[in-house]
């Protein structure tokens, strides 16, 4: 329950940021789209940014640095996913988001 709350703060951030919600608007394929691979790494992007903001500053915060580790992998899963479907679509969504690979 917790983590659906977390998640919907950050879904509102996302889009609330100019940079972010213009990207997220461009990938997403309707308002409600929260489910599309493209848009899941767009937020899970976005939450990996703010979690490394927050261990520059709390070095010792290790359950933290596990949940960035959790994320870090479904990114890369979900993105290897999308490159197995989708190579232009992969190629696209990596120069956006100025990830390496």
Known sequence: MAEKKI???IL???T???KSGDLLAKYQT???DTGS???QVIVLTKKIAELTKHLKEHKHDYDSRVGLLKMVGKR???LNYFKKTNQEGYG???VDLK???
Request: no cysteine.
């Open 7 to 9: 998640e919907s703060k």
């Open 12 to 14: 509102k951030k996302v």
């Open 16 to 18: 609330a940021s100019p």
């Open 30 to 32: 309707s308002a409600n």
């Open 37 to 39: 691979t493209e848009v």
């Open 76 to 78: 890369r899963r979900l």
């Open 92 to 94: 696209n969504l990596i």
């Open 99 to 101: 990830l390496r690979k």
